[in-house]
């Protein structure tokens, strides 16, 4: 079983629409959960950070954790064309006197007009 | 831009060759990371550094070493270039541990011919 999986995709939907963007995961000592979003030729960039089970919001953008379930969600309100990237979620984790960032890998979505 | 830079974006070397991937990290980060990402494999951990001393491994080859400066500047040399080694390279650098996330720069797209 991976550490981490996440559906590829891609994800194609109207603008406007409600995105659901999931990860399941099998390591209890994942602690920090984040979300990355990725343009295509650039670096991934956080967009989303939490700690602890339950919802945490920011505009659009809504993430989602399950520690006892093992997952994690990002939803996207009135997703718009800017929103076309790839998603990734990732799990930092300490371990060996060291931290680790895992991530998954990447679902593809596309907004269209 | 996010702070991290790294050069230089493309590099197109044939097999066999050696390069030298450079970043320097947002200011004030300690720590730099280093990551592979392959349409196939993902974004996969390669090495971290802390203030000059290396802190982690991850899937690195033994044809690749990096080393951080006293300036906190990092380079990820490979050599003996093989066809796989075509991707995207990431450094990324983190306040600390990481908690809040990595802050990643733009990459390093190499071509190996």
């Known amino acids: 079983q991976k550490e981490v999986e996440q559906d590829p995709g891609p994800l194609s939907v109207p603008e406007g629409a409600i995105v659901s963007l999931n990860c399941t995961y099998s390591n209890s000592a994942f602690q920090y959960f984040m979300w990355y979003r990725q343009y295509s030729r650039k670096g991934p960039e956080l967009l989303m950070y939490t700690y602890s089970s339950g919802n945490k919001e920011d505009g659009r953008f809504t993430a989602q954790v399950d520690k006892s379930s093992k997952y994690i969600s990002l939803f996207i309100r009135d997703s718009q064309p800017s929103d076309s990237a790839t998603y990734l979620c990732a799990f930092l984790m300490f371990s060996g006197g060291y931290n680790k960032l895992i991530f998954g890998a990447g679902t593809r979505l596309a907004v269209h007009p | 831009d996010s702070g991290v830079t790294q050069t230089p974006k493309h590099l197109i070397t044939a097999t066999g060759q050696r390069v030298t991937l450079r970043c320097s990290p947002r200011?004030?980060?300690?720590?730099v990371y280093w990551y592979q990402q392959s349409l196939d494999q993902g974004l996969q951990f390669l090495i971290q550094?802390?203030?000059?001393?290396?802190?982690a491994k991850g899937n690195i080859l033994e044809r690749f070493s990096a080393q951080q400066f006293p300036d906190l500047h990092s380079e990820l040399n490979l050599s003996s270039l093989e066809l796989g080694d075509s991707a995207l390279y990431f450094c990324?650098?983190?306040?600390?541990?990481?908690?809040?996330?990595?802050?990643f720069g733009s990459g390093t797209r190499l071509t190996v011919v």
């Open positions: 550094y802390y203030n000059g001393e290396e802190r």
């Open positions: 200011s004030g980060d300690l720590s």
């Open positions: 990324a650098s983190s306040v600390e541990e990481g908690l809040y996330g990595y802050t």
